[in-house]
């Protein structure tokens, strides 16, 4: 008995059963030069995504992804600028100039050489300052303040040197005679901010001359 519903199901199952899926036609071999094309497009994308996690191209010729977020409001970085350049002794007019070049005021900004935040302090300036959070406004611009000062200090007040320094390193400039070094980069870069500046230079301040003992 259950041999024969067995028989009798097989045909109603077969008519009930989807058509079988056409046969993909046989594509023609990829040339040499196509399977080239498509492995350096591969390494292109790994080499692509490491370089999006170090927070930096790798690709000659590339430029560094944009920060994903919008510029700090005036509100919020005016008074971190205010009180920064007040405990250095600086206008905050040089400090708001060196945020602008350096960042756009974009807090989470990071360079292709690995510098970050508003001031785009390099690491190892971070750690000098004991920067917990360098994409902190405030730690950052405290911090970025504090180096700039140290800056205009070791080059007794030019600002052409100080901001050399600032961009391309005080080893550079020290290299380079006391002078901005020949750098495109750097050369454009002080000249943007000393644009928007007022006074060019910061003398420090001078000693008193002591009055004569009287006898």
Do not use: H
Not at 42 to 50: F, G, T, Y
Not at 68 to 86: F, G, H, Q, R
Request: hydrophobic share 35%; proline share 13%.
């Amino acid at each position: 008995m259950r041999l024969a519903y067995f028989l009798m199901a097989v045909p109603l199952l077969a008519q009930t059963a989807p058509p079988a899926a056409p046969k993909p036609p046989d594509l023609p071999p990829k040339s040499a030069a196509q399977l080239q094309r498509e492995s350096i497009a591969k390494q292109k994308d790994a080499v692509r995504a490491q370089a999006k996690s170090a927070g930096a191209w790798l690709i000659p010729g590339a430029q560094p992804p944009q920060p994903p977020c919008d510029p700090i409001d005036d509100e919020i970085v005016n008074p971190l600028i205010d009180s920064a350049a007040t405990e250095q002794k600086l206008e905050p007019t040089l400090v708001r100039a060196v945020i602008e070049q350096e960042s756009a005021f974009r807090p989470c900004a990071i360079s292709f050489k690995g510098a970050e935040g508003l001031m785009q302090l390099m690491p190892d300036t971070s750690a000098q300052f004991s920067v917990g959070d360098p994409f902190d406004p405030k730690q950052n611009i405290d911090a970025g303040t504090k180096y700039l000062k140290q800056l205009i200090d070791k080059y007794k007040g030019n600002l052409e040197q100080a901001l050399g320094a600032y961009n391309a390193g005080p080893g550079t400039v020290d290299q380079a005679g006391g002078q901005i070094p020949d750098i495109q980069e750097t050369r454009d870069y002080v000249k943007a901010i000393l644009d928007k500046v007022q006074p060019k230079r910061i003398d420090p301040p001078s000693i008193p001359t002591p009055k004569p003992i009287e006898n």
